[in-house]
């Protein structure tokens, strides 16, 4: 009963993240013993992030092959992963304790996944399990990378939309679980409208792809995508939903966010592409360094910097050496599949971006955050 009751019980009008400063929990971003306050909780949280960062960037055999069969089956991860933090608020995992707790969701998110990504595979030609997990499949098979990677990115992109931008309208009137597969199910729908009606696909013989036309290559989409997001990390997980968070009505919020959020993104690519012209893979790639900066500096390190100006250059100072670090690591290392610049995007959006989601969203910053009891004693004790 009690699950059945978690799973009904409704989500607050709009998400904590981007609510009113006054409406926020004030032990948010609080710790235990020596990691109480930032950035000791920050720096205490790296010893995860770090490993788990490392891992989805090499693991998989290395830079490249992490990058053309863990990049896919991440990307498609993020979806789930923001469905399961931000709309089922860490259930089923949040009824265990918090250590189990993170390695339940953890499992789920892997789960969906591979599910996810077959049926991208689906969408593009046909589901090859070998092409799911082998950076070099062969003829015939269908490799994720870069086939699937428009579609896989246009659904987190639509999901991050919904969620913090569209404050979940109006989907967060449903029960929590319900919500939360409702709004992957739009996010996907959303995405697959996209990928058939702008994307323009060519498909190299034996690739197992099929081909259509379209305006905009995958390439193309992929970087106004990412630099889409980094309009969303900055103005709705950085500055918390400023300068809209404290409009009273609702519809005004939205609208406004979704004009700064779209159209800040387009002009922003714009200028990349149109006047200075950058390659797509360099687009997406400092875009990508913005948006891992962003996490960082706005979840794993919250509450540190007060000042929006502060965050802005902390998160664009952090943004810079992170391009810089790994485009050094990427430019010293040999490729035949993919480019340093791609490794670089894979890096900096999937492996830290994962890790932080994971760590802070999901994992409640196990085991140096507050648990929920300690949370509500110490709300309690600074309670007027």
Same mark, same amino acid.
């Given at each position: 009963m009690d699950l059945v009751r978690t799973r009904r019980r409704h989500l607050p009008d709009r998400p904590t993240i981007s609510a009113p400063a006054r409406a926020r929990k004030p032990s948010a971003h609080r710790g235990r013993g020596l990691f109480a306050q930032q950035p000791g909780l920050g720096l205490a949280g790296?010893?995860? *992030?770090?490993?788990?960062?490392?891992? *989805?960037?090499?693991?998989?055999?290395?830079?490249?092959?992490?990058? @053309?069969?863990?990049?896919?089956?991440? $990307? #498609?991860?993020?979806?789930?992963? $923001?469905? &399961?933090? #931000?709309?089922?608020?860490?259930?089923?995992?949040?009824?265990?304790?918090?250590?189990?707790?993170?390695? /339940?969701?953890?499992?789920?998110? &892997?789960?969906?996944?591979?599910?996810?990504?077959? =049926?991208? %595979? @689906? +969408?593009?030609?046909? +589901?090859? @399990?070998?092409?799911?997990?082998?950076?070099?499949?062969?003829p015939g098979h269908l490799p994720t990378y870069p086939a699937t990677l428009p579609l896989a990115g246009a659904a987190f992109a639509a999901m991050l939309q919904l969620t913090l931008v569209c404050e979940g309208w109006p989907l967060r009137r449903l029960g929590r679980f319900t919500a939360g597969v409702a709004a992957l199910a739009v996010s996907w729908a959303v995405a697959l409208a996209l990928y058939v009606v702008v994307v323009r696909v060519e498909a190299p013989p034996g690739s197992? +792809?099929?081909?259509?036309?379209?305006?905009?290559?995958?390439?193309?989409?992929?970087?106004?995508?990412?630099?889409?997001?980094?309009? %969303?990390?900055? @103005?709705? *997980?950085?500055?918390?939903?400023?300068?809209?968070?404290?409009?009273?009505?609702?519809?005004?919020?939205? *609208?406004?966010?979704?004009?700064?959020?779209?159209?800040?993104?387009?002009?922003? #690519?714009?200028?990349?592409?149109? =006047?200075?012209?950058?390659?797509?893979?360099?687009?997406?790639?400092?875009?990508?360094?913005?948006?891992?900066?962003?996490?960082?500096?706005?979840?794993?390190?919250?509450?540190?910097?007060?000042?929006? $100006?502060? /965050? #802005?250059?902390?998160?664009?100072?952090?943004?810079v050496a992170l391009y810089a670090l790994f485009t050094i690591l990427a430019d010293n290392l040999a490729w035949t599949m993919a480019t340093p610049e791609q490794w670089v995007g894979h890096v900096v959006l999937t492996s830290i971006g994962i890790s932080v989601v994971l760590h802070v969203g999901i994992a409640r910053r196990w085991p140096f955050g507050t648990t929920d009891d300690e949370s509500q004693t110490l709300e309690r004790k600074e309670a007027p």
């Open positions: 790296l010893v995860l *992030v770090v490993p788990v960062a490392v891992l *989805v960037a090499v693991g998989a055999g290395g830079p490249e092959p992490s990058a @053309l069969v863990l990049g896919p089956l991440v $990307t #498609f991860a993020l979806p789930a992963a $923001t469905m &399961i933090a #931000f709309w089922w608020e860490d259930w089923p995992g949040s009824s265990l304790r918090p250590g189990w707790s993170g390695l /339940l969701d953890t499992g789920l998110v &892997i789960i969906a996944a591979i599910l996810l990504a077959m =049926l991208g %595979q @689906l +969408v593009v030609g046909h +589901v090859d @399990l070998r092409g799911l997990f082998d950076p070099t499949p062969g197992g +792809v099929t081909a259509h036309s379209g305006p905009l290559s995958g390439a193309e989409v992929g970087a106004v995508l990412v630099v889409i997001g980094a309009w %969303q990390v900055l @103005l709705f *997980v950085a500055w918390r939903g400023w300068p809209f968070a404290e409009w009273h009505h609702r519809w005004q919020r939205i *609208v406004a966010g979704n004009v700064a959020v779209l159209g800040g993104g387009v002009l922003t #690519f714009g200028v990349g592409y149109g =006047l200075a012209g950058l390659p797509m893979s360099t687009i997406t790639a400092v875009a990508g360094s913005f948006i891992a900066a962003g996490l960082v500096i706005g979840m794993l390190f919250e509450g540190w910097i007060r000042s929006r $100006t502060g /965050l #802005f250059l902390a998160i664009l100072l952090l943004a």
